[in-house]
């Protein structure tokens, strides 16, 4: 998985809502994990590993196409 500052992260739940929220930062060798994610329903940030059920959408990037 790789991700970018800017992608989206959404997280689909077996029980209960799907959560996302926007990557911030990244830690890891070639955009690997941890992210640092602020989440959209909260605001708050935390530092995040992804794991099953987890999506990552590109941001549209400036400049691209």
């Given at each position: 998985?790789?991700a970018?500052?800017?992608?989206r992260?959404?997280?689909r739940?077996l ?9 911030v930062?990244?830690h ?9 994610v602020?989440?959209s329903?909260?605001?708050?940030e935390?530092?995040?590993f992804?794991?099953?059920?987890t999506?990552?959408?590109p941001?549209t990037?400036?400049?691209a196409g």
């Amino acid at each position: 998985m790789s991700a970018a500052p800017g992608d989206r992260v959404i997280v689909r739940a077996l029980h209960g809502a799907d959560r996302d929220g926007e990557v911030v930062a990244v830690h890891g060798a070639d955009g690997g994990p941890p992210y640092v994610v602020r989440w959209s329903r909260s605001g708050e940030e935390s530092l995040f590993f992804p794991g099953p059920g987890t999506v990552i959408e590109p941001a549209t990037r400036a400049g691209a196409g």
